[in-house]
């Protein structure tokens, strides 16, 4: 949002006074939030229809994959997993923080574009190519999450065939590979013009490694915590239940998907999701393992096809068996009601930032606009003051030096004469900010304590560098 | 028939899809708090 609000100043799609993190931030949600800072400049309003227009968008694009895959009436009627809680990984992160709904949406539309390459009309495929050229300029992850699978599909339909339930031509391998090298274009762009013209920390700190035997473990069981496992909970309560759900429903997605792949007379285009599914996985995996890199979040590109991939099953099983067809849906839409509950609950009583809240209104009331934190806690504070009350995101307590990563790049504290405050969370004022926080607490410069958070007021940038353990010694 | 319940399942699901962004537009404009984190707030 604050990158937005900079943006829509700006009057440019992308600052040039930014600390990018590993991508530029090309497509992404801060492109609709700097829209409608033109129509108000009430960030919760902002960030709340910015939400459900991102929303919208995604389920637009599954309805457009839905459609040229025939998933017919059975795609549709499973939408709602899209934005329903069920997952403590998608719904934080895909939907209420829209920020990975951008590759969801175009690894949807680039999908649909590529199951039925020689039937879509050039004003969609021209689109596609240009959402992808844009997704390229912005960075190299998408050719891991979207265009290396792709590419593994194309080349395994290649190579069978001769037994391919349906073998492409040459003009439909040329027609899907249209996106790949539209991405891999705008990904030249982003190297050759934006990286060495924007502030990007980039790739340079992803290392290869060898996997550990317990980083193998843990990026397996990802796979089921993305379908709502919390670990750590008996199992005779709420979160006990939804592991087990989730559990079920890993194995009826896996079935599932091994059935579409099994049969020869299915629906061409549903094997093809499949088929792609398996592959995203595979390569998130391998990728996972072998890159420094790693959050449970980014297989959020990937495992977003299990929804299209279980109505690929649920049709496939329907010409079999009615009564297996009918006992897959019932097992996969109570594995779903469970988890959907449970994750409902869960993230209805989050209270990560309400103490941050609390801090917000006491800066806000006593006139303070300008102050240093760490960056978790600096970017929330200025949001929830609709932008109000700034900080310097900082990496160094002793010094005050400011973080260059997810933040503007000029000091607003040179010119300023005004009070200034200093927010250290506890972990922060026992540890790295120890002898920053014990000499304001000796002035007698506390403001607010909560459980969560330590404030401290300042008359001035100066009184507060006074203070620091640099300058003292 | 057949029809019938097609018609059922789309309205059903259109009703569920709307109750699941009012609820996530409501969520998000009343409590921002409760769901922000640093990067997505930067």
Redesign the interface.
């Known amino acids: 949002m604050i990158l937005a609000q900079q943006m829509q100043q700006e009057g440019s799609l992308l600052s040039s006074n930014w600390y990018y993190s590993t991508e530029l931030r090309v497509l992404s949600p801060n492109l609709l939030w700097a829209l409608l800072f033109n129509l108000s400049g009430d960030w919760a309003f902002i960030r709340a229809l910015g939400t459900v227009c991102m929303a919208c968008l995604m389920l637009t694009s599954y309805f457009v994959l839905v459609r040229r895959a025939r998933l017919g009436v059975t795609g549709f009627a499973l939408s709602p997993l899209l934005l329903a809680p069920f997952s403590p990984v998608f719904f934080p992160y895909a939907v209420l923080l829209p920020y990975y709904s951008v590759p969801v949406i175009i690894g949807f539309l680039t999908v649909a574009c590529c199951v039925q390459s020689e039937k879509s009309g050039w004003p969609f495929r021209l689109l596609v190519c240009v959402l992808n050229l844009f997704f390229g300029m912005g960075g190299v992850r998408g050719l891991l999450t979207l265009h290396l699978p792709m590419l593994f599909v194309l080349a395994g339909n290649f190579l069978k065939r001769e037994n391919s339930l349906r073998a492409l031509k040459k003009r439909e391998y040329g027609l899907a590979l249209l996106p790949v090298v539209s991405f891999l274009l705008g990904f030249v762009i982003h190297q050759l013009v934006l990286a060495p013209r924007y502030h990007l920390l980039g790739m340079s700190q992803v290392v290869t490694a060898l996997p550990t035997a317990q980083q193998l473990t843990t990026r397996l069981l990802d796979i089921v915590a993305y379908f709502g496992f919390y670990p750590s909970n008996t199992v005779a309560s709420p979160e006990g239940l939804s592991s087990g759900c989730a559990l079920a429903l890993t194995l009826l997605v896996a079935m599932g998907a091994i059935f579409v792949i099994r049969r020869r007379d299915g629906n061409p285009a549903g094997r093809w999701i499949t088929e792609y599914l398996l592959a995203a996985v595979a390569v998130s995996l391998l990728s996972f393992l072998f890159l420094s890199m790693y959050a449970p979040r980014y297989y959020i590109p990937s495992l977003a096809f299990c929804v299209p991939v279980l109505a690929v099953a649920f049709r496939g099983l329907g010409a079999d068996s009615r009564l297996r067809q009918r006992a897959f849906i019932v097992a996969v839409v109570g594995c779903f009601c469970v988890t959907t509950v449970t994750g409902g609950w869960y993230q209805a009583h989050r209270a990560e930032n309400l103490e941050m809240k609390k801090v917000a209104t006491l800066l806000q009331a006593q006139g303070y606009d300008l102050g240093y934190a760490s960056q978790w806690n600096g970017n929330v504070l200025t949001e929830l003051t609709n932008g109000e009350v700034r900080c310097v995101p900082v990496t160094n307590f002793d010094t005050l030096e400011k973080q260059q990563w997810l933040t503007d790049t000029g000091d607003p504290t040179q010119k300023y004469k005004g009070r200034v405050y200093l927010i250290l969370t506890p972990a922060e004022a026992a540890g790295e900010g120890a002898a920053l926080a014990a000499k304001a607490q000796a002035n007698g410069k506390l403001l607010y304590q909560t459980e969560a958070y330590l404030a401290y007021g300042f008359d001035s940038v100066e009184s507060l560098k006074k203070l620091l353990p640099a300058q003292s010694e | 028939m057949r029809k019938q319940r ?1 018609f059922l ?2 309205v ?2 259109a009703l ?2 709307l109750v ?2 009012v609820w ?6 009343r409590s ?11």
Request: net charge negative; charged share 25%.
């Open positions: 097609r399942i789309l059903l699901t569920i899809l699941e962004l996530i537009g409501l969520s998000l404009y921002p708090e409760r769901y922000l984190n640093a990067e997505d707030a930067s």
